[in-house]
């Protein structure tokens, strides 16, 4: 790393946009699972979500290069290839998702899915959990639970506590469930209270952010009818668990046997490529467009469209939601070997390729540990990154073509990594 | 056009998501101002602004296969091209406007704007004009004058009365400065005076879709000096005026001779490539970024940066500011021919390659007749759209690779189609 760059980043982007890694890492090439630094040294990335199946995956470049070079303009004008791939993925979702916006980024599909809320209900009380993140804009950032919006969180939005392993809500793990929907009814009586009355509840149905506690299915059933009983609607964020990630379903809200009303798609969507989607029934769709009269400019787009649609494909010819189950559980149970070894290893836990490994210490969560084995593993060659309410998780969510060698790798690097830091 | 395309779009996108022209335009292949339909029948692409150097330059097609082949990710790693990127952007403005948030659409990039105001004055208000559009997230469409948001302005948005050539503000042309500044105050005082404060002024320099009205040099100085006075920032919305089209400079700020705060970059940018980018002074980035934390994951990747400098390079190498210049110039004179023989063309004006011709018949706007010649033109091989506050100006917002041979048949098919309706 030259300090030129960092300072030209700086000077540029802005000092507070930071890089991960102390010694941030000067990528210029990748393949599958692998990046390259500028000096030729591999990284196994064990941490990147976007490039879902695998960086430069040949058949999105080539769906990207080709309509690129054929045509790409806005849907004022009628073009096959967003009904192609919009009929692709509608045919993903039950429930009556059969309609569909596209836009080009996660933040943008959940700003879109607050006001279809919105229009559907009259409403505009939002519920979210105290410790996730939708996005930026100016709207869905108000759900931030990580950053304090300036002038304090609206009086439309109430954070309800999140489900944890180490830290059950509620005591205990096996009454979570109850304890979640009772957290959901006190902030109904709230937004009920203080006039807003309750638009939508708006989760991940993996809860990523929230650290990606062990859930059975079922989990939400109480306070979705809590939900649905005060007119409001439900938001499933499948940017994270969504494509397959999680090895059992397509979408988290399958694995939690729960029917949305709308669902959010984005950063995996394109591989890279900004695309991004809001799924929903077309009465939804319908009583939004008569509200806000929503388009879209970049939104599906033929380039954005051929780039989804490659994805959708690679992930069926390459059976890449039968891979994350897969290596998905031959990793997570590598980690546990690890735990038996590095009794800072509290809980080991995940879906497919979405897993990983809490560290507490002297029984508190270990929030520095987990920064330094960040560090170590980077050092030695394996990039991936925290997670949950207190930074103490190692978070792996690698590209879906990830393997067992990968995986063998990945338990190798962390073994090493808690070896040296602890 | 098959009725199944068009039945499979309502049942995908909704009803409501209208397509340009009675019998839509099925696209299959573009190249410089030219698109094909799916019957092979050319088109001249008179009004996207979004190719901007052309449909599928191939040196942008070029830039984005080759980058998508090496490496797509977020700006969490360090990577040169946004940074070079930054650096050519950059040094195409001064004011000390060096840094850069880099977005997805214009509408994140004017949702960031609003609150990069926010966070420099500790005020909300924003006044926008009465004919204006800036975007589609939530927080950005509250300025939208054609569609009144669900539940009405809010009260922090103050919309004054745009400029306009036939319906000039104030009874007089040469007295629209002097007007627009005193709806700017009004404005500021109702703002002060309900307790928002002046947060912004936003405005698109050309006024684009106030119907881009002849406007001189030095026309928002004394409307510009009231919201700084107030303690408000400006915000120039360049989407559609930057990136030379305009022919007399690069952006539209120069051509009014302002010195804006921020600059919010969209559509062209990428020639079709979802990018954009808010342009600002780096204690406006680094004051929103302490209060926001703001971040992108296709913001700036090395992707949309490599596409947009390959838009960069093109416009200096094929000095298509000085052809958007020179044949808007030609083409502005060809419809002032047509203007001695149209009696209902009652203004031709424009800069650059974004002209028009505003059609009036017995002493009021020709609305419907502009809509018919809109259709006549269409069905003729021309593709244009409508602009202004009563949709009766035929609007011309080509590639900015339009040649003369394409003014040309701009001309004779405006003629014709004129004649053939009126």
């Not at 849907?75 to 009556?96: N, P, Q, S, W």
């Not at 190798?412 to 808690?418: C, H, R, S």
Request: hydrophobic content about 40%; aromatic content about 6%; glycine content about 12%.
């Amino acid at each position: 790393m030259t300090e030129t760059m960092l300072e030209r980043r700086a000077r540029l982007l802005g000092p507070q946009v930071t890089t991960f890694y102390r010694d941030p890492v000067h990528v210029v090439r990748g393949e599958g699972t692998a990046l390259w630094d500028k000096d030729g040294r591999r990284y196994l990335d064990c941490y990147n979500n976007v490039p879902h199946v695998g960086h430069c995956h040949p058949r999105v470049v080539e769906a990207i290069a080709t309509q690129a070079a054929t045509l790409n303009t806005h849907t004022r004008y009628v073009h096959d290839m967003i009904l192609d791939y919009g009929e692709a993925l509608t045919g993903k979702f039950g429930h009556g998702l059969d309609s569909l916006v596209m836009v080009c980024s996660g933040s943008e599909a959940n700003d879109v899915a607050l006001r279809m809320a919105e229009a559907m209900t009259g409403k505009t009380g939002i519920i979210g959990t105290d410790n996730t993140y939708h996005g930026n804009t100016a709207a869905v950032s108000q759900l931030n639970a990580k950053k304090v919006p300036v002038g304090g969180y609206k009086a439309h939005v109430r954070q309800v506590p999140a489900p944890d392993n180490m830290e059950p809500i509620g005591g205990a793990r096996e009454g979570q469930a109850e304890a979640f929907a009772r957290g959901v009814e006190a902030a109904i009586a709230e937004l009920e209270e203080n006039g807003c009355g309750v638009a939508a509840m708006i989760l991940c149905p993996y809860f990523a952010n929230e650290g990606f506690p062990t859930l059975e299915r079922g989990f939400l059933d109480r306070a979705i009818a809590a939900v649905r009983k005060a007119g409001g609607i439900i938001i499933a964020d499948e940017v994270q668990p969504g494509f397959g990630r999680i090895g059992s379903h397509w979408w988290g809200h399958e694995r939690l046997g729960f029917a949305p009303d709308i669902v959010t798609l984005g950063k995996p969507m394109g591989n890279g490529h900004p695309v991004a989607a809001v799924v929903t029934r077309p009465e939804v769709l319908g009583t939004f467009q008569d509200a806000f009269k929503y388009f879209n400019t970049f939104g599906g787009n033929p380039v954005s469209a051929a780039a989804a649609m490659a994805v959708l494909q690679v992930i069926e010819d390459e059976a890449l939601v039968k891979n994350a189950r897969d290596v998905g559980a031959y990793a997570q149970g590598l980690l546990r070997e690890l735990q038996g070894r590095h009794e800072a290893i509290a809980d080991v836990r995940g879906a497919g390729l979405f897993l990983g490994a809490e560290l507490w210490r002297e029984g508190k969560p270990a929030r520095a540990l987990c920064a330094e084995v960040v560090e170590e593993m980077r050092n030695r060659g394996v990039l991936l990154h925290s997670a949950g309410r207190h930074d103490n998780t190692l978070k792996v969510r690698p590209p879906c073509v990830f393997g067992r060698a990968d995986a063998e790798q990945l338990a190798e690097v962390m073994d090493a990594a808690l070896g040296a830091v602890s």
